[in-house]
């Protein structure tokens, strides 16, 4: 007669790859152009002040918070205030069983000692090369599943914490959301700028200031980046090449692949191996 019964475990998050992992001194007028890639990133405020965008949302983040970027959202960052930022940042493939709710965090004295734990560790276990988790160093593998382990203990920790914080900052951040959002509303379409502005009540000039403020690119690029992002998405989820396509307002499919390859640098086929 067996006494015993299994108890499995759900998982709640599994962190499965690493792509970077460092700790940056920027100075004052430190400003990066911003990206968007098919993993996970975090940022931590380990000094000063640093502005933050996510997709259409502009934050203002301080020592001691954190910011969790999904896979495919837009962000960037620049400093912020007189006092040089330092920053700590890991990009990681995650998979998660209820994704958080919230992604900007305080930080407990606690969390905090296990990320710079964590960022030991992979120093330790893994070969850097400009900033980027090359490779597990031989005989390493159990000190590279510990730094694993405890950035999955960190993840749970600020995402059940409840220490959410809005970090919102000045009222002309609006529009920049406003502007986005519109964006997003009309991937099916082929917007010019004219249109933007005239959807937004703005002059294409402001239009052009304001978005390069806060995004660092030309409008243009950044509509046709979401574009790709979001037929990325649809491919994923199954749709074929030719109902992206068409989901996107791209009524020649072939003309929708010689775009797809320009902005993501490999064809729809070849995205999906």
């Known amino acids: 007669m067996n006494l015993y019964k299994e108890c499995k475990i759900k998982r709640q998050i599994t962190v499965n790859s690493l792509y970077t992992a460092f700790e940056a001194d920027f100075d004052g007028t430190y400003s990066f152009d911003g990206e968007a890639h098919d993993f996970w990133e975090m940022v931590y405020v380990k000094k000063g002040t640093v502005g933050v965008v996510a997709d259409d949302n502009v934050y203002s983040l301080s020592k001691g918070q954190l910011i969790l970027h ?3 959202q837009f962000h960037r960052i620049w400093s912020e205030g007189n006092e040089n930022p330092t920053v700590i940042i890991i990009s990681f493939g995650a998979e998660w069983k209820f994704e958080p709710q919230n ?3 305080c930080m407990t004295d606690e969390q905090e000692h296990i990320l710079e734990s964590v960022m030991q560790e992979i120093k330790d276990a893994f070969i850097m090369e400009n900033r980027i988790v090359s490779m597990c160093r031989q ?3 159990s000190k590279a599943q510990s730094a694993v382990n405890r950035l999955e203990l960190m993840l749970l920790s600020v995402s059940q914490s409840g220490t959410f914080v809005s970090g919102k900052t ?3 951040n609006r529009k920049y959301t406003e502007i986005v959002k519109i964006l ?3 991937l099916d379409k082929n917007l010019s700028l004219a249109d933007i502005a005239d959807m937004c009540n ?3 000039s402001n239009l052009k200031k304001i978005f390069y403020k806060y995004s660092g690119m030309g409008i243009k690029h950044y509509y046709n980046e979401m574009k790709a992002r979001q037929a990325a998405q649809y491919l994923r ?3 074929s090449v030719k109902e992206t396509a068409a989901m996107l307002g791209f009524a020649d499919q072939n003309y929708f692949s010689m775009f797809f390859k320009r902005m993501m ?3 729809p086929v070849n995205y999906l191996k």
């Open 70 to 72: 999904p896979p495919m």
């Open 103 to 105: 992604f900007i965090f």
């Open 139 to 141: 005989g390493m593998e």
């Open 170 to 172: 000045a009222p002309i």
């Open 184 to 186: 997003a509303d009309n």
């Open 202 to 204: 703005m002059s294409t």
């Open 237 to 239: 989820d199954g749709l």
């Open 265 to 267: 640098g490999k064809s």
